[in-house]
């Protein structure tokens, strides 16, 4: 072993074999599948398994978030479908619609991750999407801001579980060499729902006539679709690996071992006092906090404000609905593209980093330009698009948070801790969009600049964290070789990142 000049303090690393070795922590229904001898899985076996999972799993989590972002985004296309003007918003009115959505978040985000431990999750989870449905279609029988404001936090409470449970999930099915691009696959639906978002506002804009505004068609119609997959979510998404009806016992038990190796544990629903504190604690929580609002801060005030501040350039509405389109696809390459980076050649916290310098290029460039000419008109709209690129950073911050925490109080929290700064950023976001500032939005723009330059620094400790925490783990482990874990006895033991000595960031 490499010898290291720097005095390293082991002493936070717990050992497995002395402290949890004699105590019972793996779930009883998980032990009733991995309670017994590990099972080498051969790779055509592994392969059939993860193709199973796409067809299913990943598939019904693909599509669930892609309604849910297209639902979530329906205000940013109706606010230049007369949305503004029938129901008489005013002022700060229209921030607020997407405010208030994360206000809601923040208060029901902590309650939300202590639920999601404790009942069947894709049961939750499809609850949530037939009451969410219900409340979009609601949206079309709003005459004024307060009945709008009272629809859309009510959307906000019922969709708050969509993300925490996705990272639970991503975390139970697949491996943690997967779990880059199985967040990227579901969360650059993002995108997608501005390529789909903006082909089917462009067809509900040339609704003139008839009983119904093109607004309240819209969301009708969204509503209506997204309560059809909620059924479907209900009778054809498995809880867990261990209660997968639609595969056989034999595969079921090899599910549960493919992700051994992850380490983070699968299903505990027994809360943890250490646990909970240790996440308080630990820095690389909090570092996904700072990020998650470092990022959710500009995004929700470009999401919101996307179409008027491009109506703002100088383009139609008709124009703007389908320029959106390729605002969506920009943002899925990003994704993509990101997430291929970090598979091929690894650095997660590097390439994270690179991705927020595009952001602050095109930034800089739309705070300094005044649009006065078809020239100026095209590059202040390719510098717009340029500035979504930090999206990767957020993609690979939730994978990141996925596979580097262990203990699943211990997740519950840090997921609970993630998504309430995440909507706190969300619920700022638009309000740093003056009305008074349109179309150039000084003080917006100005603002994400402060974020990208802080986000640059958490990533930079952030990366210097894990390595830190790494060398602690191989020194402890070159002094106490009993403690090694090669095979993952002790992998469903419900043990923490920290309290497991064989657990290996990954930046």
């Known amino acids: 072993m490499t010898a290291v000049s720097e005095k390293v303090d082991v002493s936070s690393i717990k050992s497995s074999n002395n402290e949890h070795e004699k105590s019972n922590r793996i779930d009883p229904e998980l032990a009733k599948y991995a309670g017994g001898e590990i099972i080498e899985m051969d790779e055509k076996t592994n392969h059939r398994l993860k193709w199973m999972l796409y067809r299913r799993v990943l598939f019904i989590m693909t599509v669930t978030y892609f309604l849910q972002a297209l639902d979530k985004g329906t205000l940013s296309f109706a606010s230049i479908m007369n949305l503004v003007e029938d129901t008489g918003l005013v002022g700060q009115q229209y921030s607020w619609l997407t405010t208030c959505i994360y206000i809601a978040v923040l208060i029901v985000e902590y309650p939300i991750n202590w639920i999601i431990q404790r009942v069947p999750i894709a049961k939750y989870l499809a609850f949530n999407i037939l009451a969410w449905s219900i409340v979009l279609a609601c949206h079309a029988i709003c005459h004024n801001f307060v009945g709008l404001l009272i629809c859309r936090t009510l959307l906000g409470i019922f969709e708050a579980s969509c993300q925490p449970i996705f990272v639970v999930l991503s975390g139970m099915w697949f491996k943690r060499e997967e779990q880059g691009m199985i967040v990227t696959v579901w969360y650059m639906m993002n995108g997608f729902q501005q390529i789909v978002g903006g082909l089917l506002a462009y067809a509900f804009t040339h609704i003139t006539s008839g009983p119904l505004r093109s607004w309240q068609a819209l969301v009708i119609t969204y509503g209506g679709f997204s309560f059809v997959w909620g ?11 261990m209660r997968a009806k639609c595969y056989s016992e034999e595969d079921k038990k090899l599910l549960v071992e493919r992700v051994r190796s992850n380490q983070t544990g699968l299903q505990n629903k027994t809360w943890r006092k250490d646990q909970f504190i240790e996440a308080l604690k630990d820095p ?9 609002f470092l990022t959710t801060l500009p995004t929700s005030g470009l999401g919101a404000f996307a179409n008027i501040i491009i109506t703002g350039f100088g383009f139609s509405v008709l124009e703007t609905q389908l320029l959106a389109m390729v605002l969506g696809a920009y943002i899925m390459f990003c994704l993509l593209s990101s997430s291929y980076i970090t598979k091929r050649w690894g650095h997660t916290v590097l390439v994270m980093m690179a991705y927020v310098v595009p952001s602050i290029i095109g930034t800089i460039v739309l705070l300094a330009v005044e649009n006065t000419s078809l020239a100026t008109q095209a590059g202040l709209l390719m510098c717009y698009y340029l500035v979504l690129s930090f999206w990767a950073t957020s ?38 969009f003056q009305a008074r500032e349109k179309p150039r939005y000084f003080t917006g723009f ?13 990533l930079g400790l952030l990366r210097w964290h894990f390595i830190r925490e790494n060398r602690k783990k191989a020194l402890y482990l070159a002094e106490r070789t009993e403690e090694q874990d090669k095979e993952g006895a002790h992998a469903f033991d419900d043990l923490t990142d920290r309290q497991n000595p064989n657990f290996v960031y990954i930046y």
């Open 231 to 241: 059924l479907i979510v209900l009778f054809f998404l498995p809880d867990s690996p």
């Open 284 to 292: 690389q929580v909090w570092a996904y906090a700072a990020v998650a």
């Open 395 to 432: 993609t690979l911050a939730i994978s990141l948070l996925s596979r580097n925490i262990g203990g699943q109080t211990k997740k519950s929290v840090a997921v609970a801790v993630n998504f309430i700064f995440w909507a706190a950023g969300n619920a700022i976001g638009p309000q740093v």
């Open 446 to 458: 100005a603002v994400h600049i402060v974020c990208y330059a802080v986000l640059l620094a958490v």
